[in-house]
């Protein structure tokens, strides 16, 4: 079954640590996303990416890094520089035809917990 | 920038009522409207959505029509379950969707037997 999976669903990490969170789809997607959700909010747009080793700052990617080395993986570091980075992490994908992108996909989250 | 309202909940409702979810949005020319679900614990799931001026998505026995004159795209369902109990997110997305989605803060639906 074609998914997008993240891993670990629950994480959580002492104050100061980076950590990586990640996430895999095999939609042969081009483009990838990553929101951060917190209670009461919508979701807001920390990354994304296009094209594979290519990526933009989304809305919020103060203390946020990413990588692109292949189509189907997108991780998202959160570093020690993030204020505050207790939240619900979502990864999706989309694909194009042509410049238009079609409805996103949403992995199942991942939980992180800064202790 | 581009901003989307959603009526604030949880709207609470019982089994077979009608449900109206407002969405309304501020974006120049002419975004995609999206609703998406989220059920506790879980990503989300793309309920319908409307690409211009006047389409009509629906699934699951929603509906949403998207309105460019009042800028709006109110989600609509004519008798809910409890299975429908979830949050609800508006969304709107730019050119073709390629910088990602802008999303409302959600409505919480709970539906009562």
């Known amino acids: 079954d074609g998914g997008i999976t993240q891993s670990p669903k629950y994480l959580f990490r002492k104050e100061g640590q980076n950590v990586t969170l990640s996430c895999e789809q095999n939609?042969?997607?081009?483009?990838m996303y990553w929101y951060r959700q917190d209670p009461g909010q919508g979701l807001r747009l920390i990354y994304y990416s296009q094209i594979v080793n290519d990526f933009q700052k989304g809305d919020i990617a103060e203390g946020y890094s990413v990588s692109r080395e292949k189509k189907e993986s997108f991780p998202l570091t959160v570093t020690s520089a993030q204020k505050n980075p207790t939240a619900f992490y979502l990864c999706a994908s989309s694909d194009a035809d042509g410049d238009v992108y079609n409805e996103q996909f949403f992995g199942p989250g991942t939980r992180l917990t800064v202790l | 920038g581009d901003s989307v309202t959603q009526m604030e909940g949880p709207v609470t409702l019982s089994e077979e009522a009608f449900l109206t979810i407002n969405c309304t949005y501020t974006a120049t020319g002419y975004p995609s409207l999206f609703w998406y679900v989220q059920y506790p614990g879980e990503g989300l799931q793309l309920l319908l959505k409307a690409t211009k001026a006047d389409d009509k998505g629906s699934n699951k026995g929603f509906e949403a029509t998207y309105r460019k004159e009042t800028t709006s795209f109110h989600l609509e369902k004519g008798s809910v379950q409890v299975s429908d109990s979830a949050v609800y997110f508006c969304a709107l997305s730019q050119r073709g969707g390629a910088d990602g989605l802008t999303f409302g803060k959600g409505t919480h639906l709970i539906i009562q037997p």
């Open positions: 939609l042969n997607h081009d483009a």
